[in-house]
């Protein structure tokens, strides 16, 4: 069984550009979840999609970071423009159901992003 | 609120020697908690969790994790640990909703020969 798939796994981009960060979850997993990685915050939860509806974008840093989820088998992560303190690694993952009840959030190999 | 604080950043051990990698919790909810590995330029993956039961959970590679409810803590151990075990640790709890997990700091265990 596919786990769950980002696309790209590296990027490196300078300063102002447009960065999106692709992801397909597990088939049949209703809830999506955007984390970002860093050395000095650790893993912080971004956004959080269930059934494909955003539910919580609190962690989302500011207006320049906007996510998507279409369907129930693609979400993006956009960053415009982009900046260096953006570089980070971005994790999506997907569970069947809440955490809150003992589900496992299963995560990608995470997007590799740098911005130079 | 809920939280959990991971007492060590680094663990270094030698290869052979048991480990215990430290977690305390807070949780004002019923008390889910798990245990995630990331090797090297790999994404999290799921050691073990503890839902209810017993306090003591198994988990992959060896490892093992005992839930205390009357010092909130949930230490992973293993008795004799290899190589192939130096990765990040994070220990996990759901938030205050439910919706999604919060993560440790996370701690790094080096093992050397």
Redesign the interface.
């Known amino acids: 069984d596919a786990g769950v798939i980002q696309s790209p796994r590296h990027e490196v981009t300078e300063m102002g550009q447009e960065v999106t960060l692709r992801c397909k979850p597990i088939s049949g997993h209703n809830s999506l979840f955007w984390y970002r990685q860093t050395m000095m915050r650790g893993l912080e939860l971004l956004i959080y999609f269930n059934n494909n509806v955003p539910i919580d974008d609190s962690g989302m840093p500011e207006d320049r970071f906007s996510a998507k989820m279409p369907n129930a088998s693609f979400s993006t992560l956009k960053i415009q423009p982009s900046e260096p303190r953006d570089s980070a690694v971005y994790f999506c993952a997907s569970s069947f159901e809440d955490p809150g009840t003992g589900n496992t959030i299963y995560f990608g190999e995470g997007s590799w992003l740098t911005v130079v | 609120a809920q939280s959990v604080t991971q007492l060590d950043s680094q663990v270094p051990v030698f290869e052979e020697a048991p480990v215990e990698l430290r977690c305390n919790y807070s949780s004002s909810?019923s008390v889910?908690l798990?245990w995630?590995v990331q090797y090297p330029n790999?994404?999290?993956?799921?050691l073990l969790?503890y839902?209810s039961g017993s306090t003591l959970v198994k988990g992959i590679n060896g490892f093992e994790a005992e839930f205390n409810k009357s010092q909130t803590s949930f230490h992973l151990r293993k008795p004799s640990v290899h190589i192939s075990d130096t990765a990040e640790y994070?220990c996990a709890v759901?938030?205050q909703?439910?919706?999604?997990?919060?993560?440790?700091?996370?701690t790094t265990l080096s093992v050397s020969s």
Do not use: D, E, H, R
Not at chain 2, 42 to 46: S, V, W, Y
Not at chain 2, 97 to 106: E, N, Q, R, S
């Open positions: 909810v889910y798990f995630y790999q994404g999290l993956q799921l969790k839902l994070f759901p938030n909703a439910g919706t999604a997990l919060i993560f440790g700091k996370g």
